[in-house]
């Protein structure tokens, strides 16, 4: 058999004159090698590609000599490794979905990943599925893609099946993009942890939402001084709080002090009567029954720690108020933990009680109510300072008598005829949810957390101005939930309060909830002087409404 090209032209007409008639009783014979077609693919097609059948018996395929030259995928997908196939599948979908976008009109980013496309799976793009015995994770991102849409896997699942959570986030997307027909190009998903929000922080994920982080301060807070990260969109409000920090600790500081803690969760009961409902009540109040309820919620943890139960009677339902100290955490699962193992124990003694919800709205959580206003929950917080008459005329702009002023008006009676409650402030909000969401809190107890009154005195003959701010549900922890997070955890950091002090349980929490009320301070300083200077909107403009921002790439 020849396998040399031949060197003259004038020979190569008999070369292949010859090669053939050696081919043809081979082919027939069955003893023909596909090694034996080498001269037709290396030499043949330059020649005259165009005009041959070529057989090609790998693959199990006939294509003519024209056909063999275009074919680009030597072989199917399904015997290619995993990842060659998702590379594959991938060019080709892109080749093919910047085709669908020309015709449709949408733009594509050339910068785009290709996981950043809009899927557009046609019958005739989609590569042959594999059978359905191998892993999920060998699959490549349109076939996974694929089986969500038709409710073989869900969407929801894809952590659990992939055992990648950056994977499972692209996939996910790549779905609501298809839905959507918008690409996700500025919610960004890379270099990100989703290890960490698995199970713990969200579901669903399809990215994150970056949000600014300022810092204010520091202000000097019982002797120390303490920065604060504020994650906000707010133009002015770092700003703002950075003021007064500066005017309260040129002032001499502020000091901050924890009145009570604990965490609480009321469920609803009922009972068939009032009468059962008054006994079951009795019971509870018996300091001996207490102590065995205590025991049982307390077995539930290591750091929550049963200090009160109130009941209030609403005919025969019963709401039961269970309020513990939760160490560093929040607490809000810790409580309702060990309220469950309580209900428990109630159910097997009280044959009449039906449990209608673990939750009956008297805890309260993340709805205005009076009870945590009265009652307080999380961390009662009052702090305190005396800013300097020439501080309050030269950083604040403004002057004691107008501040005391406007106070009144507006913080107490403003808001009385309102009817406000826990709103007897000017933005307590503000700053809270700023810093929640630069630690990890669950910004949805800003409601609560955000309960408010500040005063404002004229001390030292009226030259001075003392000033309180008092807090009674301020629900922060510096473990648990979304404290964990990289990002929050560096913030918990700058503040020196990240985790728990061994041997110290809610030390940390407790340092958080005072930063948050010496910094709600500072913010109802400042803003209460730019209001009573008539600065408000103007320092707004300035610093809200830039007209051309500076952008980075
Ligand atoms: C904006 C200021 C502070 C200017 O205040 P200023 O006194 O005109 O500015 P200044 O240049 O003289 O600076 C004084 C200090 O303010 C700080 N400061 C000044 N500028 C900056 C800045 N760019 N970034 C960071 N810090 C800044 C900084 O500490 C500075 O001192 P320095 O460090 O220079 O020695 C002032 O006008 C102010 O506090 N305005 C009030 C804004 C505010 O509190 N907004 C909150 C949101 S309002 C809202 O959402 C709720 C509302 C209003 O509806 C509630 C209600 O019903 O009342
Ligand atoms: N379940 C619900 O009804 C609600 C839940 N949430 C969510 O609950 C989460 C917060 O719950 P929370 O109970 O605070 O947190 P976790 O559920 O994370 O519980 C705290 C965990 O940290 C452990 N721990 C370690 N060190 C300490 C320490 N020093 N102090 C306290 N605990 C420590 C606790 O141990 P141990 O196991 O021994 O207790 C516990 O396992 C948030 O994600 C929030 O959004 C919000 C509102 C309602």
């Known amino acids: 058999m020849l396998f040399a090209p031949p060197n003259f032209s004038e020979t190569?007409?008999?070369?292949?004159?010859i090669y053939i008639l050696i081919?043809?009783?081979?082919?027939f014979a069955k003893v023909m090698s596909v090694r034996e077609l080498f001269p037709f693919f290396k030499w043949g097609f330059n020649i005259r590609r165009s005009n041959f059948l070529v057989p090609i018996l790998s693959n199990n395929v006939i294509v003519t000599g024209e056909e063999a030259v275009q074919y680009e995928k030597p072989l199917p997908y399904k015997d290619l490794p995993p990842q060659i196939q998702r590379n594959l599948e991938q060019k080709e979908y892109i080749i093919q979905n910047d085709n669908?976008?020309?015709?449709?009109?949408?733009?594509t980013s050339p910068n785009l990943e290709s996981t950043s496309t809009i899927p557009q799976i046609t019958p005739e793009s989609t590569p042959t599925l594999k059978s359905t015995k191998v892993p999920t994770k060998e699959l490549s991102n349109l076939e996974i893609l694929e089986k969500v849409e038709k409710g073989e896997i869900l969407a929801y699942k894809l952590e659990s099946e992939l055992g990648d959570c950056t994977r499972a986030v692209e996939i996910r997307?790549?779905?609501?993009?298809?839905?959507l027909q918008k690409k996700l190009e500025t919610l960004p998903y890379q270099q990100y942890d989703f290890g960490k929000v698995q199970g713990q922080c969200c579901e669903n994920v399809i990215g994150y939402v970056p949000i600014p982080v300022g810092a204010a301060g520091p202000i000097l807070l019982n002797g120390q001084m303490v920065t604060i990260p504020m994650a906000t969109t707010e133009g002015c409000l770092v700003a703002s709080t950075h003021r007064g920090c500066k005017a309260i600790s040129?002032?001499?500081?502020s000091r901050c002090s924890i009145t009570s803690r604990g965490m609480t969760r009321a469920p609803v009961v009922r009972f068939s009567d009032i009468v059962k409902a008054a006994e079951f009540v009795n019971w509870i109040n018996s300091p001996e029954n207490y102590g065995t309820l205590k025991e049982v919620f307390d077995s539930t943890s290591r750091f929550a720690r049963l200090s009160n139960?109130?009941?209030?009677?609403?005919?025969?339902?019963?709401?039961?108020?269970?309020?513990?100290?939760?160490?560093d955490a929040m607490g809000m699962n810790m409580v309702s933990k060990g309220v469950e193992a309580v209900l428990d124990l109630l159910k097997s003694l009280f044959d009449d009680m039906a449990l209608l919800s673990v939750s009956g709205n008297m805890c309260?959580?993340?709805k205005p109510s009076s009870i945590n206003w009265i009652e307080g929950r999380g961390r009662s917080v009052v702090c305190e300072a005396l800013i300097t008459g020439d501080v309050v005329q030269k950083v604040l702009k403004t002057s004691v008598q107008a501040l005391v002023d406007l106070n009144i008006a507006k913080n107490l009676v403003g808001s009385a005829m309102a009817g406000s409650i826990g709103g007897f402030n000017a933005h307590a909000s503000n700053i809270v949810t700023a810093v929640f969401l630069a630690t990890g809190q669950d910004c949805a107890q800003n409601v609560e957390s955000s309960n408010c009154i500040t005063q404002m005195e004229a001390c030292n003959d009226g030259q001075d101005l003392y000033m309180t701010v008092t807090m009674p549900s301020i629900e922060v922890g510096t473990v648990g939930g979304g404290t964990s997070l990289p990002a929050q955890a560096s913030c918990l950091d700058i503040i020196g309060v990240r985790g728990s002090i061994a041997g110290k349980p809610g030390a940390n929490a407790d340092q958080l909830a005072k930063t948050i009320c010496a910094a709600v301070m500072a913010g109802e300083l400042s803003l209460m002087a730019a209001l009573s200077a008539g600065h408000l909107m103007k320092s707004h403009l300035q610093l809200n409404r830039?007209?051309?921002?500076?952008s980075t790439n």
Do not use: H, M
């Not at 190569?12 to 004159?17: A, G, S, V």
């Not at 997307?173 to 839905?179: S, T, Y």
């Open 173 to 179: 997307r790549l779905l609501l993009e298809k839905q």
């Open 546 to 550: 830039a007209k051309s921002p500076p």
């Open 23 to 27: 081919l043809i009783p081979k082919f």
């Open 12 to 17: 190569r007409e008999l070369f292949w004159i």
């Open 100 to 107: 669908n976008n020309k015709n449709n009109n949408i733009s």
């Open 364 to 366: 309260t959580d993340k």
């Open 250 to 253: 040129e002032s001499g500081g």
């Open 309 to 327: 139960i109130k009941c209030t009677v609403a005919g025969r339902s019963v709401y039961i108020r269970f309020k513990c100290d939760t160490g």
